[in-house]
């Protein structure tokens, strides 16, 4: 069965904190991607990464970094959490020569005060 | 530019109905069009995409229409069920990156 795992379900966390969000996935898969979706927006994508330690920039990149290095593993870190980092984030990984996301982790509703 | 319109926001179809979900582009430099389906609590899927030198492709119970001209594409499910009412979100790619469309609830009644 196919799994992509982040470590949080939910996360509150104080502005100006330093935030870890992690996601493994176990099927092997070249491409990892993170999103947050958010009411009326939909799905942004924020990092992506089609190789351990290769990164590249999506949409709204502002206020995030990434890293992986392994496979498996894609961390999104928010250097400097602020409120209006509270949203819906999605991990997302593929085999997909298209590179686009096949299969998303449940998420981790982050909440930032 | 980058938009990907869909409608309708919400759908309610009868079981055995056909739902249909539109979507409507403006950038012509999208190169591939996927559709996922997201269950309430779980992260969203990759259910079925398409290419835009295909006028349509089907697996199973779920097939795109894809109408280069009118850059308009469409998902139908036929034969609709209850396991079927989900959000389904419509997406285009451009390079590396997906634009997706805000979404449609779908709720099939039994």
């Known amino acids: 069965d196919v799994k992509v795992t982040q470590s949080s379900r939910y996360l509150v966390k104080r502005t100006g904190e330093k935030v870890f969000l992690e996601c493994v996935q176990d099927m092997d898969h070249e491409n990892m991607f993170w999103y947050r979706q958010d009411p009326g927006l939909g799905l942004r994508l924020i990092y992506f990464?089609?190789?351990?330690?290769?990164?590249e920039k999506g949409d709204i990149p502002e206020g995030y970094s990434v890293s992986r290095e392994k496979k498996e593993r894609f961390s999104l870190i928010l250097e400097s959490a602020s409120t209006n980092q509270t949203s819906m984030y999605l991990c997302?990984?593929?085999?997909?020569?298209?590179?686009?996301?096949?299969?998303f982790g449940p998420g981790t509703r982050l909440l930032v005060l | 530019q980058q938009q990907v319109k869909q409608s309708p926001q919400s759908l309610i179809v009868q079981k055995g109905g056909i739902s249909i979900i539109n979507c409507a582009y403006e950038?012509?430099?999208?190169?591939?069009f996927p559709w996922y389906q997201q269950f309430p609590g779980k992260g969203p899927a990759l259910l079925i995409a398409?290419?835009?030198?295909?006028s349509e492709k089907k697996e199973g119970r779920f097939t795109i229409s894809f109408n280069k001209s009118a850059k308009q594409f469409s998902l139908h499910i036929m034969d609709s069920q209850p396991g079927d009412s989900a959000t389904y979100f419509c997406a285009a790619r451009r390079y590396s990156t997906l634009t997706f469309g805000k979404g449609t609830m779908l709720l099939v009644s039994p």
């Open positions: 990464s089609y190789d351990v330690k290769m990164k």
């Open positions: 997302a990984s593929s085999f997909s020569v298209e590179i686009i996301p096949q299969y």
């Open positions: 398409i290419r835009p030198d295909v």
């Open positions: 950038n012509t430099a999208f190169d591939y």
